[in-house]
């Protein structure tokens, strides 16, 4: 698989697609690559990468091993090994993880707790 933090990213890299025009309310439980690209509200709970995409709305707690956030998120954020929050990525919640990376234009409205490399 494409690493994850790579912004060229194609839909063969993901097992699981989330399209535009789904609007979910629940929670969400995988261990695969998962690409939202539409409306997720309740909670997020992953042992595999999520990214949310540009156009996806996400009010939802999220608790995975890796996120890369491109579109909007309202909740806190958890992850085992890294976040990232690019240039057209809005998180208005707290995060907390090992690496997190946020990129300049970005939007983050909340607390930052770095907990360090995973020995």
Request: hydrophobic share 40%; charged share 25%.
């Amino acid at each position: 698989m494409t690493d994850v933090y790579n912004n060229f990213l194609e839909d063969a890299d993901f097992d699981t697609i989330l399209s535009d025009d789904i609007d979910f309310s629940g929670t969400l439980e995988f261990e695969k690559p998962f690409l939202i690209r539409g409306k997720v509200r309740g909670e997020i709970i992953s042992s595999g990468i999520l990214v949310i995409d540009e156009e996806a709305v996400v009010n939802a707690n999220i608790n995975a091993m890796r996120v890369l956030i491109r579109g909007q998120v309202k909740g806190d954020v958890t992850a085992k090994e890294k976040v990232e929050v690019t240039v057209t990525g809005k998180l208005h919640g707290n995060v907390t993880a090992p690496e997190i990376l946020m990129e300049t234009g970005c939007v983050f409205n909340g607390r930052c707790n770095m907990t360090g490399k995973k020995s």
